[in-house]
């Protein structure tokens, strides 16, 4: 049913938010059978690309990292991942009073995982780690991503869409937060406590 969800969100989203609403998802369903396989896909991917094929700024030479290094880092994201949906879904629940909604937190985690969903898959591109494709591929992926917020909010929230609108604009601030919050805390890790050694080309 996840995989079907997840599909006409792409093809249909304003019917299928509906779909989604109408499954009272569990938080430990969400979290251990969609988010734990989600975050794996970024994760795994960056972590294959740059230890077996290595990473580049512009096209140039190509820089690995070692396994050794590269491998907590990779777990560390995966962590980071489930905190960062977890932290975003309970942001919703706490802000949905004011805009008129009165759902649960399990509605709300629902909503954050399948409107993440395109930033998700969006790290296959971790397995070709160039910076220009990776960031091409990143802000469509976002671009979708906040058109599914704007689509989901008044179907699982069930609010009017003016309310929505606002609603969905606060939502994409906390997202945003989040975002730079989970890179400036990478950056931290890898300076400190998971430093990165590489390898060469």
């Known amino acids: 049913m996840f995989l ?8 249909h989203p304003k019917q299928e938010w509906r779909s989604i609403r109408n499954e009272h998802y569990s938080a430990m369903h969400i979290f251990l059978a969609q988010i734990s396989v ?4 970024p994760a795994i991917s960056l ?7 290595g990473w580049s700024l512009g096209g140039g030479e190509f820089v690995q ?13 995966y962590v980071a991942m489930w905190v960062a949906v977890g932290f975003i879904a309970w942001s919703i629940h706490w802000m949905e009073k004011t805009y008129g909604g009165n759902v649960t937190y399990e509605e709300c ?34 671009s979708y991503t906040v058109y599914l917020l704007y689509t989901g ?5 069930q609010i009017p869409e003016d309310r ?6 606060s939502i994409l601030t906390v997202g945003l937060c989040v975002l730079v919050g989970l ?3 990478t950056v931290i890790l890898w300076s400190t406590l998971v430093p990165l050694s590489y390898t060469g080309a």
């Open 47 to 53: 972590f294959i690309g740059t230890t077996q094929i």
């Open 153 to 157: 909010v008044p179907e699982i929230m």
């Open 183 to 185: 890179i400036a805390t």
């Open 164 to 169: 929505a609108f606002f609603f969905s604009t």
């Open 109 to 142: 985690l629902a909503l954050t995982t399948f409107t993440a969903t395109p930033l998700f898959l969006s790290g296959l591109a971790g397995l070709y780690p160039m910076l220009w494709f990776n960031v091409i591929v990143g802000m469509i992926a976002l």
């Open 38 to 41: 989600l975050a794996a896909i």
């Open 65 to 77: 990292l070692s396994v050794a290094s590269a491998l907590p880092a990779a777990l560390a994201f």
């Open 4 to 11: 079907q969800h997840m599909m006409g969100v792409f093809y």
